[in-house]
């Protein structure tokens, strides 16, 4: 219980806050750092792999573009498939797209059609839960497509910002800030 602590106070500390970033009032959470010290990263990506709702999931998807980065770590550690939601312009064939409002601005998210339509079951990976406004968005798409989203699994929740009030299905974050 001791080292969990340590190693909490470890990642608090290696996630750096830079104010008013990309707008004025954005204090902006980066989950960079962490990638320089593979010991943490390591942690994290076992933690977010043990998680029980991924176990009955066919497929992780992880969202543009620090999610790739957790996304499939967790992939691979599970040994799940994992598909993408990506930005705009950014995916080749045929695409499924959805708009929603960010924390500091409005963007959209497209998944591949090929890719969806192979898996009945999924888990969300991304870096960072604010205002649930992204992970809403991937919601929608694949429940248009009546696909299952069994959770959402995130490196930190801002949890000010109440973003799992938005969110139908059970979120695990490693840490709360
Ligand atoms: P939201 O849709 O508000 O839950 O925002 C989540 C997405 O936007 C994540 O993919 C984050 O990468 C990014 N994001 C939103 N707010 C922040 C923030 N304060 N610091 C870092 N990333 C953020």
């Given at each position: 219980?001791?080292?969990r602590?340590?190693?909490?106070k470890?990642?608090e500390d290696?996630?750096?806050?830079?104010?008013?970033?990309p707008k004025k009032?954005?204090?902006?959470?980066?989950v960079?750092?962490?990638?320089?010290?593979?010991?943490?990263?390591?942690d994290?990506?076992?933690?977010?792999?043990?998680?029980?709702?991924?176990?009955n999931?066919?497929?992780?998807i992880?969202?543009?573009?620090?999610?790739?980065?957790?996304?499939s770590?967790?992939?691979?550690?599970?040994?799940?498939?994992?598909?993408?939601a990506?930005?705009?312009?950014?995916?080749p064939?045929?695409?499924?797209?959805?708009?929603y409002?960010?924390?500091?601005g409005?963007?959209?998210?497209?998944?591949?059609?090929?890719?969806?339509?192979k898996?009945?079951?999924?888990?969300?990976?991304?870096?960072l839960?604010?205002?649930?406004?992204?992970?809403?968005?991937?919601?929608?798409?694949?429940?248009?497509?009546?696909?299952e989203?069994?959770?959402?699994?995130?490196?930190?929740?801002?949890?000010e910002?109440k973003?799992r009030?938005?969110?139908d299905?059970?979120?695990?974050?490693?840490?709360?800030?």
């Open positions: 219980m001791l080292s602590l340590r190693s909490m470890k990642l290696l996630i750096l806050t830079y104010k008013d970033f009032g954005i204090d902006f959470k980066d960079l750092e962490i990638l320089q010290y593979p010991d943490i990263f390591q994290i990506i076992l933690k977010m792999s043990s998680n029980q709702f991924l176990k999931a066919e497929a992780i992880s969202i543009d573009a620090r999610g790739f980065i957790f996304g770590a967790v992939a691979l550690e599970s040994s799940k498939p994992m598909i993408v990506r930005k705009p312009g950014k995916l064939g045929h695409i499924l797209t959805r708009g409002d960010l924390e500091y409005k963007n959209s998210l497209s998944i591949q059609s090929n890719a969806l339509k898996f009945n079951s999924f888990v969300i990976v991304d870096d839960l604010a205002t649930g406004g992204t992970v809403n968005c991937v919601s929608r798409l694949l429940q248009d497509q009546r696909k989203i069994l959770g959402l699994i995130t490196v930190i929740e801002l949890s910002l973003g009030s938005k969110i299905f059970p979120v695990k974050s490693i840490i709360s800030l």
